[in-house]
């Protein structure tokens, strides 16, 4: 491939991404942004994880596991300093972040880069409606950056199984869907 040609679909992955970027930066209409949002806020000011579920009004008293709790805190440290407009680019960041860890992984099969856009550009749009400010979109970062330090480690040699746990502990407090993998 010469790299007039190869430039050319090194583009077209540009504009996957820029894709990528339009889905990202749309309103925040999640119904939970606002639960996290006082939540993050709760857990800063009261320097510990709710025990109850005081954000439901009718349950109070209920015994509560926040499994999002460092994503609840991270989203409010985003908002405290840059508003909105940062929470959105906090979720562009981690959609490029995914493509490019996405991208680490299939690169390895040499897959021409019109095929690899393609098969970004579809999984992008499988989970368009996914693409908004949630946990879960730590949780497909997460699993790809777990799948690729094994990729590295079973056709690399590349002695990388230490970054796992790092993986796993970070995971579990930001998302109860680590059990996925276990």
Excluded at 63 to 75: A, E, G, M
Excluded at 146 to 152: A, N
């Amino acid at each position: 491939m010469t790299l007039s040609t190869r430039s050319k679909w090194i583009v077209l992955f540009i504009l996957v991404l820029l894709v990528s970027g339009l889905f990202s930066f749309r309103l925040l209409s999640d119904p939970d942004i606002g639960t996290h949002l006082k939540a993050g806020k709760w857990i800063i000011e009261n320097q510990r994880v709710p025990g109850k579920d005081t954000f439901t009004y009718t349950c109070t008293d209920h015994d509560y596991l926040d499994s999002h709790w460092f994503f609840q805190v991270l989203i409010y440290a985003v908002y405290l300093l840059s508003g909105y407009k940062g929470l959105s680019i906090f979720v562009f960041l981690q959609m490029a972040l995914l493509s490019y860890l996405i991208w680490l992984r299939i690169r390895r099969y040499r897959i021409s880069f019109f095929i690899l856009s393609w098969v970004v550009f579809a999984g992008i749009i499988c989970m368009e409606t996914r693409i908004t400010l949630r946990p879960e979109m730590f949780t497909f970062i997460f699993m790809t950056l777990m799948l690729l330090v094994l990729d590295r480690y079973y056709h690399e040699k590349k002695k990388n199984l230490w970054l796992l746990p790092l993986i796993m502990i970070l995971w579990c407090n930001m998302h109860g869907l680590l059990f996925l993998v276990l």
